[in-house]
């Protein structure tokens, strides 16, 4: 079996006829998040988009044509030849008679976890090829901390990529005080894929050794049972 790996972790992809029928939990992860299954289930889901869609009014008259109807008209499937002309001339259009500045590239998204096939990336490239364009900063997890932070402690980004790790807190901490606990559905996933899930594992082995959890967080879920840890609400 193949293995495959997406922002819920690794799996064995079972294929039958060129088809994926399944997805099993890779060996090596302890804890394995069951998101990543869903994949299978929403290949035919008759909510996926199976292609380039227009909508109505717009397909039949035009940029600008019946903006009142936004929301309400029903999209059309076109081909993607179709949609390459279009999205070809409206580009064409908008930079003549506004500017590349009046082209926004799409608000911040994880998209796929590799890197190469990663949408918005792939949208800034090209672009950047016909002359820029208008993007968005920070990202909707949180914002108001990437910009609040670095005049009050340093650079934000420190304090995501050099944090203490879990081997770190279980072979060293004694006392461990969570602000807004410790969610496991929280660890379930990662921005660039993830191999194995040790958040369990590695909380339940600093236990053993003697570390003493507290938990300040409005729901005691925030902080899993084994641990025996105070709750402050």
């Known amino acids: 079996m193949s293995l495959t790996s997406a922002h819920w972790g690794t799996y064995h992809a079972h294929v039958k006829d060129g088809r994926l029928t399944g997805l099993s939990h890779f060996a090596e992860d302890s804890d394995p998040s069951e998101i990543g299954k869903g994949i299978v289930d929403?290949?035919?889901?008759?909510?996926?988009?199976?292609?380039?869609?227009?909508?109505?009014?717009?397909?039949?008259?035009?940029?600008?044509?019946?903006?009142?109807?936004?929301?309400?008209?029903?999209?059309?499937?076109?081909?993607?030849?179709?949609?390459?002309?279009?999205?070809?001339a409206e580009l064409e259009r908008v930079i003549a008679s506004h500017g590349n500045e009046a082209i926004y590239a799409g608000s911040y998204g994880w998209a796929s976890a590799g890197r190469f096939h990663h949408a918005p990336g792939q949208l800034h490239r090209f672009l950047n090829s016909v002359g820029g364009y208008t993007k968005s900063v920070n990202t909707y997890s949180f914002a108001a901390a990437e910009v609040i932070v670095p005049h009050v402690i340093g650079h934000f980004r420190d304090y995501i990529y050099n944090q203490t790790s879990w081997t770190s807190v279980r072979d060293h901490c004694q006392l461990f005080v969570a602000f807004g606990g410790v969610a496991l559905k929280n660890g379930q996933i990662g921005q660039g894929g993830l191999g194995r899930h040790v958040q369990k594992e590695l909380i339940l082995e600093a236990h053993k050794n003697g570390v003493e959890f507290i938990s300040v967080s409005p729901l005691r879920s925030d902080m899993i049972d084994d641990v025996d840890a105070a709750w402050l609400s």
């Open 42 to 88: 929403v290949i035919d889901n008759e909510s996926r988009i199976m292609g380039p869609m227009i909508r109505k009014s717009w397909l039949e008259s035009g940029p600008g044509s019946r903006p009142e109807r936004r929301g309400i008209d029903p999209f059309v499937r076109v081909s993607w030849d179709q949609a390459n002309q279009i999205v070809a």
